[in-house]
Nanobody, 121 residues
Framework: QVQLVESGGGSVEAGGSLRLSCVAS????????MGWFRQTPGNEREFVAA????????HYADSAKGRFTITRDNAENTVWLQMNSLKPEDTAVYFC??????????????WGQGTQVTVSS
């Protein structure tokens, strides 16, 4: 079973930037779309961004548009989420996931363990 490992989370001040990484354990990575979701305590996972298997198509939640960028490198089995102009409301645990090019968490079948992002005002 493929594994996804996220890294790059941390604590930043509002207006700062973070770059999250997600590395897949095998080469089936290149066959699937990848997504980033986030979750805060007591809430469901919220879609942030998705990228098609080839990287040619991307889609963002309204909250992420203009500030976040999702990219991937199939040769490195890696997907990134560049987050700029961070706001306190971006504070959450961020998860990468493998699946179909969709905004619904139910369309993704493999999930990473999550990485905490904390943005202070």
């Amino acid at each position: 079973q493929v594994q996804l490992v996220e890294s790059g989370g941390g604590s930043v001040e509002a207006g700062g930037s973070l770059r999250l990484s997600c590395v897949a354990s095998d080469r089936t990575f290149r066959m699937y779309a990848m997504g980033w979701f986030r979750q805060t305590p007591g809430n469901e996972r919220e879609f942030v961004a998705a990228i098609s298997w080839s990287g040619s198509s991307t889609h963002y939640a309204d909250s992420a548009k203009g500030r976040f960028t999702i990219t991937r490198d199939n040769a490195e089995n890696t997907v990134w989420l560049q987050m700029n102009s961070l706001k306190p409301e971006d504070t959450a645990v961020y998860f990468c996931a493998r699946g179909w090019y969709d905004t619904s968490a139910s369309k993704y079948d493999v999930w990473g363990q999550g990485t905490q992002v904390t943005v202070s005002s």
